[in-house]
């Protein structure tokens, strides 16, 4: 559609005016098609974000389309792309440590169940599971534990124990766990399904983030080739312009007025707000929040940018040495 509305606005006068109303459909259709993905599928937190969150990110993004949109300057895009990355490694370099977590603490419930169905006593259940191998789990397993010998409440042992971790998963194990001991039932049998249960839930996560970082990679790759054709075909319509508006031989047809500075500036700013859209796209297809989706945000906006200018900047050169006098297409003088 780019390629086509260029080129049309080119050889026909229709000038920027299509260009910019082109501008407009794509943004209102992309807002569109956001909004109704949001609304088929609003995506799960895995993790318990602080409050504070949601609104950070939210207006972290506003502010960073407010820049670009006004300021219209590359850099800028840039430096929001390093912003928003930046903040977005931090977030899942938590998901990742808390999906981590939630692997060894299906090591506990199992160990723990089977535990406590013989011994019949939290403390002793505790310290029997401290002896195993629990990886990331044993710092809050010995917190639960001192917490028994302080006389904490059990179900508020596991509360704390489930607050502290801010995984969904471990608190829906958790209140399983400690609504069965304080009504007296069989933690052997109900643990041992619990721990199936919560085992089948995180299958079904990790093959679905599998798919996620496949739809990933293809969107990386498609705003990626977008960006560079979009880099491409202002480099050569500029040329062009300049070629036939030049030399007297080369005017076959007359070419429509056309700001290439301005044309350049707008398709840039079409690529850019489509890394904002795809980012939240990419969030939806991995079933994670919105503060994740900054970081997929980043990652579009460097490469969009980066490939547009880089494109740009090589394509003009290239045609810019063909066209010189001493070039293979130099025309005749």
């Known amino acids: 559609m780019i390629v086509d509305i260029t080129i049309l606005a080119v050889l026909y006068s229709i000038g920027e005016s299509l260009i910019n109303l082109f501008t407009v459909a794509v943004v209102l259709i992309s807002l569109m098609m956001t909004l109704v993905v949001y609304a088929v599928y609003k995506p799960y937190a895995k993790i318990i974000y602080p409050p504070h969150i949601y609104p950070i990110s939210t207006v972290l993004i506003g502010v960073t389309a407010f820049l670009i949109l006004f300021q219209r300057e590359p850099f800028i895009a840039v430096f929001s792309g390093i912003v928003l990355l930046g903040l977005g490694a931090k977030l899942r370099f938590e998901e990742a440590k808390l999906e981590r977590l939630e692997k060894d603490y299906l090591v506990f419930v199992r160990y ?168 939240f796209t990419i969030c939806v297809a991995h079933g994670k929040p919105l503060p994740i989706c900054i970081f997929y945000i980043g990652v579009l906006l460097l490469i969009t940018v980066g490939g547009y200018e880089i494109t740009l900047i090589l394509t003009q050169r290239i045609f810019t040495t063909l066209f010189s006098p001493n070039g293979v297409l130099a025309p005749p003088s």
Do not use: C
């Open 112 to 279: 723990f169940s089977r535990t406590f169905d013989v011994v019949k006593n939290l403390p002793e259940s505790l310290l029997g599971v401290l002896r195993g191998e629990l990886g990331l789990m044993k710092t809050y397993v010995k917190k639960m534990y001192n917490r028994t010998l302080l006389g904490i409440d059990k179900l508020l042992i596991f509360k704390l124990m489930s607050t502290e971790s801010r995984s969904h998963l471990i608190s829906m194990g958790n209140t399983v766990i400690s609504s069965t001991i304080e009504a007296g039932g069989d933690l052997g049998f109900i643990g041992e399904n619990l721990s199936r249960l919560l085992q089948a839930l995180y299958n079904i996560r990790q093959r679905r983030e599998q798919n996620g970082r496949a739809f990933e990679t293809t969107m990386y790759t498609l705003q990626l080739t977008s960006a560079a054709v979009g880099g491409a075909l202002v480099a050569i319509v500029g040329v062009f312009i300049n070629l036939f508006s030049s030399i007297a031989q080369y005017s076959i047809f007359s070419l429509g007025s056309v700001n290439i500075q301005q044309v350049q500036t707008i398709i840039l700013l079409v690529l850019i707000f489509l890394s904002y859209t795809n980012g």
